[in-house]
């Protein structure tokens, strides 16, 4: 508000006032920002972990959702040397967005097909490791695992297979999955499933024991 003790005309000072107030009714009915509001809070860095296929292109096309939905890239590690259990490369990314962007952005990218294993906060907090014994290779373990990865409650930290009497006879794979908080019982239930559907069998772990 203007100081009418400055000495300024008072027909002046009403002047000002009545251009005060129409910029300010205008700013009220006007959208805050470019993007629809989106920027009323202020962006916070992000971190977001994929995994690729790795093929030519599939990199730049991860970073597409992100950029192409208001995230402002900051840093690419890009993990060629330490593969999943699926063969695939982890990507961590870091980029700055508004909470609402960071949501649209998480939704983008698994709307395209890529996986994320960790986003943000969302973390994996809890871990089992559980046995599957049956004929793994015949019923393809790559599917099951890949299977098991599209359940979004849990990912495969890691798989180790044994099959001493060869590929064709019965194996079992030791499987180390880490579940998002709260969601293990989810987690277990889509192995249960995949492994009726294959005629495998799932030993689990016992709650509370040590291993």
Sequence with gaps: MSDRRD???????DAEDAADSADGSAGADADPSPDGGHAAAAPSTHTVRLELVDEPGQLLAALHPIADNGGNLLSIYHERGNKTP?????VEVDFEATPDRFEEIVEALRSEGVNVMQAGTERYAEEVTLLLFGHLIDTD???????????????VADVSLAAPQGTEEVSSARLRLEARAGETDAALAAVRDLAAEKELRVVEPLTGVEA
Aim: net charge negative.
């Design 86 to 90: 699926r063969g695939r490369i982890p």
């Design 7 to 13: 000495g300024t005309p008072e027909a002046a000072l």
């Design 141 to 155: 373990l790559s599917d099951t695992l890949s299977r098991i990865e599209a359940c979004e409650s849990a990912s």
